[in-house]
C-alpha cells in the first residue's frame, strides 16, 4: 500500500502495530436510525444519450444493460430515470414526444419505453422516474412557456404515465416537473389533482430538479404544496443541502449527479458523492447524468455516463469505473434500508456511511478520495487533504453480535495505472466488536454481511473502430421496438420511419420529419431541423438521399457535411449544406441558419415529388448534383475542415428522407 505514512500492512485484522494511532468509528442503531435509502440511479435522456446504445448487435446490446441493470452482477442500478420526450434538444439531441401534435398519441416513439422494459426485466424493483425537459410547442397555445395552460400540461405528462402502463406494463414511481427550469406551484398541485383523479396517487411527485432554493421556501409557506411533493430534489448539490430544505420534513435527492468524464477521475467524483450526499447533505438517492455515454462523442459532455457504449457499428463498449463504485453501494443495499445516524468523516479524510435493513443487515461503505482524483464537473470542489489512516470500526447495538464481514474493495491508482476495481477479499473476522482497516489513499471498501455481491464479466467486446466510409440506409427494415433510424442523432425536429402504403413507388419506406412547430424549448433549438450521422472527423464525403418536400409554401430540404455542432450550440453549426427549396430554387450556405450563402440559382424544384441530392466535398472543393447532373461546383471557402454528415428541413415542416448514402474518403 505505497503512498501513505502510516507503517501498517494490508491488513483486515484489529491486530495490529502499536505504532498506529487507530481512530475508531461506531456502527450503532441503539440511539434511532437515519434517513430511508432510495437508490443510486442513472439517467437516460437530457437529452438523447441512450441514442445510439439502441443500434448494438447482440449480443453487445444485451451485456451492457446487463452490466447496469442486471441485480448482483455489475451497477446493479436501483434507479432508472428517463426523459419525457419534448421534441426538442436537450443536450446531445431531440427526443420525441408522446404527442407531437394535440390530436396524437403513441406510446411507441424514441428508445426510453424499450429501456424502461430492459431495466424492469432484470430487476423487477428499479425504480422508475419521468421529468421533461421541454414540451411539444401546442402545449404552449405559440408561447415559449408551459404554465399558462397548467392543466393541458398536466394531463399530458399524466398520459405519458398512463401510456407506460397500458402500452409497456411499465409503472412509473416518481414524476418531475420541468428540467432545472422554473416550477409553478399552480402545476404541481394540478398534476397532484390529475393523478389522484386517474388513480395514480401512488405516483410520487419530485419538485423542482434544479436548485435547492427556491423549492424548499415555497414548500414551507404553502401546506398545500407541501402535500403535493414527495421529494426534493436537487441537481449537482456538491453534497450539501440548506437548512431549509432539512425543515421541510421531505426526502432529499441528489435527482441529477456526476456529469463527468468518466475516466477514473470520473470514477474517483462518483465515489466520493455517493457517500457524502448523504454525510453532508442527508441526500438519500444520487443519479446520474447520465446512464451511460450512447451519443457521439463530439457532442455536448462526450462520455460523461458511468460506462461508455458509443460505438454500435463495432460492438465496442467499455465498463468504466464508475459501474463498479456504483456496485460498492447497490450489490449491498436496498431502496428502503435505512442509513445509520452513525455516518460521517474519517478522522484523515474520506467518509463513511452505514446502511442496515433494520432485520440484522448491515452495509458500511467506506471511501478515501483525495480532492485532485475526485473533481466533479461542477460545482468546484474546495482543497482538502486526505492521507492513509487506520480506521477501527466498533459494531454496537443490533450489529454487536456480527461475528464476520464480507469485504468489496478498489483501488484507483492515478500512478502507475494498475487499478483494482470492486474486487472480494477474505472476510474480515469481528474480533470484540470491532474491525480494522488500513485505509490508503484513493480507496473504497465495502464492508457488508451480504453475501450475494459478484462482480459480473463478459468476454471482451470487440476492438473500437470508426464509423464506417460506406453507410446506406433505405429504410426498408424498419425496427418495431424504435421509431428512429440506426445512428441518425437528431439535434432538432425528429425524424421517424414512415410508411406511405398508398405509395405505388419505390418510396413506401422513408425517414420523416415530423416536428411542425417550434417546440417549448430547453435550449436555442435551431430554427431549422437536422440530424447528424456518421464521424466527426470526416473530411472528403460524398452524401446523397432522396428527399420529398410535403411544403409548398417555404418549403425546403437539405443534405450536408463537415457538420461542427449539436446540442444546444446547434442554432451555430457550420459546415457545408446544399439546399433545395419547393418554389424551384437552390442554396448553397457554410451554416445551418443559411445566412452564409457560398451559391445559390434555380433548380426548378417543387414539393410532392422526389428528388436527389449529392453533395461532394474534397479538400477546398465541393459540388452539387440535382438527380444525376451537377448543379453548382466550385464552391469556395469551405470552413470547417470537417465534421458530421447532416440531413434536414429549412424550417418546422414536414420532409421525407429516403436512400441516404454516405461515402467518406
Ligand atoms: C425485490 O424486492 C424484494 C422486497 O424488498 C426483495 O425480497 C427482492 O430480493 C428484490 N429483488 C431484487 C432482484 O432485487
Ligand atoms: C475485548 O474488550 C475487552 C473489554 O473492552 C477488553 O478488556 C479486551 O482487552 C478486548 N480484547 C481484545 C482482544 O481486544
Ligand atoms: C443478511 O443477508 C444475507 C443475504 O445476503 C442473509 O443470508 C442473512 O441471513 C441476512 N441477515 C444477517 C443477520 O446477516
Ligand atoms: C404517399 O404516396 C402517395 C402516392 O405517391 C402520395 O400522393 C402522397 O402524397 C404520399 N403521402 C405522403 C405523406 O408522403
Ligand atoms: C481531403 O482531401 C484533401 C485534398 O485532396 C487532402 O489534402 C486531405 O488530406 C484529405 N483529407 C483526408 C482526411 O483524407
Request: charged residues 20%.
Amino acid at each position: 500500500m505505497g503512498g501513505g505514512s502510516a507503517p501498517c500492512v494490508l491488513s483486515v485484522f484489529s491486530l495490529c502495530l502499536l505504532t498506529c494511532s487507530a481512530q475508531s468509528y461506531a456502527v450503532d442503531d441503539q440511539a434511532g436510525l437515519g434517513r430511508t435509502f432510495d437508490g443510486v440511479g442513472g439517467l437516460s435522456g437530457g437529452g438523447a444519450t441512450s441514442r445510439l446504445l439502441v443500434n448494438y448487435a447482440e449480443p453487445y446490446r444485451s451485456q451492457i444493460l446487463d452490466y447496469l441493470f442486471k441485480p448482483n452482477f455489475g451497477a446493479s442500478l436501483q434507479i432508472l430515470k428517463v426523459e419525457i420526450g419534448g421534441d426538442a434538444q436537450t443536450t446531445d439531441g431531440t427526443e420525441p414526444s408522446h404527442m407531437h401534435y394535440e390530436n396524437d398519441e403513441n406510446y411507441f416513439r424514441g428508445y426510453e419505453w424499450w429501456l424502461m422494459r430492459e431495466a424492469k426485466k432484470r430487476n423487477p424493483n428499479i425504480t422508475l422516474i419521468g421529468l421533461p425537459w421541454a414540451f411539444p410547442g401546442w402545449i404552449g397555445r405559440g408561447k415559449n412557456w408551459p404554465y399558462d395552460y397548467p392543466d393541458i400540461t398536466a394531463s399530458y405528462v399524466v398520459s405519458w404515465i398512463i401510456g407506460a402502463k397500458q402500452y409497456h406494463n411499465l409503472e412509473i414511481d416518481y414524476v418531475g416537473i420541468w428540467n432545472e427550469r422554473s416550477f409553478n406551484s399552480k402545476y404541481i398541485k394540478l398534476l397532484r389533482y390529475t393523478l389522484d383523479k386517474n388513480g395514480l396517487e401512488r405516483v410520487k411527485i419530485i419538485a423542482s430538479d434544479n436548485l435547492w432554493e427556491p423549492i424548499t421556501l415555497f414548500v414551507l409557506q404553502d401546506r398545500e404544496l407541501s402535500e403535493a411533493v414527495d421529494v426534493l430534489g436537487a441537481h449537482y448539490p456538491g453534497t450539501t443541502t440548506v437548512p431549509e430544505a432539512l425543515k421541510t420534513g421531505k426526502q432529499l435527492w441528489s435527482s441529477e449527479d456526476y456529469s463527468t468524464f468518466n475516466d477514473d477521475v470520473g470514477g474517483g467524483c462518483w465515489a466520493r458523492i455517493l457517500n457524502q450526499n448523504y454525510v453532508n447533505g442527508q441526500m438519500t438517492a444520487t443519479i446520474s447524468w447520465n446512464l451511460v455515454a450512447s451519443y457521439y462523442q463530439d457532442l455536448p459532455f462526450g462520455r460523461d455516463g458511468l460506462m461508455t457504449a458509443q460505438e454500435p457499428w463495432s460492438g465496442n463498449y467499455v465498463v468504466e469505473s464508475p459501474i463498479w463504485i456504483t456496485a460498492h453501494t447497490t450489490q449491498f443495499t436496498q431502496p428502503g434500508w435505512k442509513y445509520l445516524q452513525t455516518v460521517g468523516h474519517l478522522a484523515h479524510g474520506g467518509s463513511y456511511v452505514a446502511l442496515t435493513n433494520q432485520r440484522g443487515n448491515l452495509t458500511i461503505v467506506i471511501e478515501t478520495m483525495t480532492h485532485d482524483h475526485s473533481v466533479c464537473i461542477r460545482p468546484p470542489l474546495l482543497p482538502y487533504t486526505v492521507t492513509a489512516q487506520r480506521a477501527t470500526f466498533c459494531l454496537k447495538g443490533s450489529f454487536a453480535s456480527i461475528s464476520e464481514l464480507q469485504v468489496w474493495h478498489s483501488k484507483f491508482d492515478f500512478k502507475v495505472k494498475k487499478p483494482v476495481y470492486f474486487q472480494k477479499l477474505s472476510p474480515v473476522k469481528v474480533s470484540n466488536g470491532s474491525f480494522t482497516l488500513d485505509l490508503d489513499v484513493d480507496e473504497v471498501y465495502t464492508v457488508t454481511t451480504i453475501t450475494t455481491g459478484l462482480k459480473g464479466n463478459y468476454p471482451e467486446p470487440p476492438p473500437s473502430s470508426p464509423f464506417p466510409k460506406i453507410y446506406k440506409d433505405d429504410f426498408k427494415v424498419q425496427h418495431p421496438d424504435f421509431s428512429e433510424a440506426p445512428d441518425f442523432a437528431d439535434q432538432t425536429g425528429v425524424f421517424e420511419y414512415f410508411i406511405n402504403e398508398t405509395d405505388p413507388g419505390p418510396h413506401v419506406y422513408t425517414l420523416r420529419q415530423v416536428v411542425t412547430q417550434r417546440p417549448i424549448t430547453w435550449v436555442a433549438d435551431a430554427d431549422q431541423t437536422i440530424s447528424v450521422i456518421g464521424d466527426y472527423k470526416w473530411q472528403n464525403v460524398t452524401v446523397s438521399c432522396d428527399l420529398y418536400m410535403e411544403e409548398e409554401n417555404g418549403g425546403g430540404v437539405f443534405v450536408a457535411a463537415r457538420v461542427d455542432k449539436g446540442g444546444g450550440s446547434v442554432r451555430s453549426a457550420r459546415g457545408i449544406f446544399f439546399w433545395v427549396f419547393a418554389d424551384g430554387t437552390y442554396k448553397v450556405t457554410s451554416d445551418l441558419s443559411g445566412q452564409s450563402v457560398l451559391a445559390e440559382g434555380q433548380s426548378g424544384t417543387r414539393a410532392n415529388i422526389w428528388n436527389t441530392l449529392t453533395l461532394s466535398v474534397k479538400g477546398d472543393n465541393a459540388f452539387g448534383e440535382l438527380n444525376g447532373h451537377v448543379l453548382w461546383k466550385n464552391a469556395v471557402g469551405l470552413v470547417p475542415k470537417n465534421g458530421w454528415a447532416a440531413i434536414g428541413t429549412s424550417s418546422f415542416q414536414l420532409a421525407q428522407f429516403d436512400n441516404f448514402a454516405v461515402q467518406a474518403e
